[in-house]
């Protein structure tokens, strides 16, 4: 009777340890296939996993990176806001979410950082090409905004009947 008690609690434990396996390699491969950065820190703030695109943002890789400390990778994020949102992160448990520049690899990053178990988990994107399209935009209106007369805006197709779409009509008062 207890060998049996003993072999369904050992078929227990090695299908939960199965079970763990599967999940944790279901994880990995769900973020390496993400279209944005993902890294890992553990309490040391050392890398514990970094995703192909987080190696490609940040430019370097990932065997470079595991087991080595954040702060002495990219000595440029000490006492920035990077390293201001991470520490609050950890200290509060409550996720984070930001913008910022990081000059040594001349990037926009919106980053989320999340306290996890055993350290923080981040989320980044580049988001330069979209900061430099809004300020075109913004140029742009600024620039038709100081026209002094009727500006309209279409789209540029469809050419045939009934023709372009007006988008916006702007008239300047003198």
């Excluded at 990081?102 to 900061?131: I, K, M, N």
């Excluded at 742009?140 to 009509?169: F, M, N, R, Y």
């Amino acid at each position: 009777m207890d060998i049996d008690e003993q072999r369904r609690t050992h078929d227990l434990v090695e299908k939960s340890q199965r079970d763990a396996s599967a999940l944790s390699q279901r994880l990995e491969q769900t973020l390496e296939c993400m279209l944005d950065g993902f890294f890992l820190l553990d309490h040391k703030w050392r890398f514990s996993f970094i995703n192909a695109v987080g190696e490609q943002l940040l430019k370097r890789n990932r065997e470079d990176l595991i087991g080595k400390g954040i702060w002495a990778e990219f000595p440029e994020a000490v006492g920035t806001t990077f390293e201001e949102h991470y520490c609050r992160a950890i200290e509060t448990g409550e996720s984070v979410a930001f913008n910022a520049w990081y000059e040594p690899l001349s990037t926009w990053f919106a980053v989320r950082a999340y306290r996890v178990a055993d350290g923080l988990a981040v989320h980044y994107q580049d988001t330069t090409r979209r900061r430099q399209a809004d300020q075109q935009l913004r140029l742009l209106k600024s620039a038709i905004e100081h026209i002094d007369d009727v500006v309209l805006i279409t789209q540029a197709e469809p050419l045939e009947h009934p023709g372009p779409t007006l988008v916006e009509a702007v008239r300047q008062q003198s």
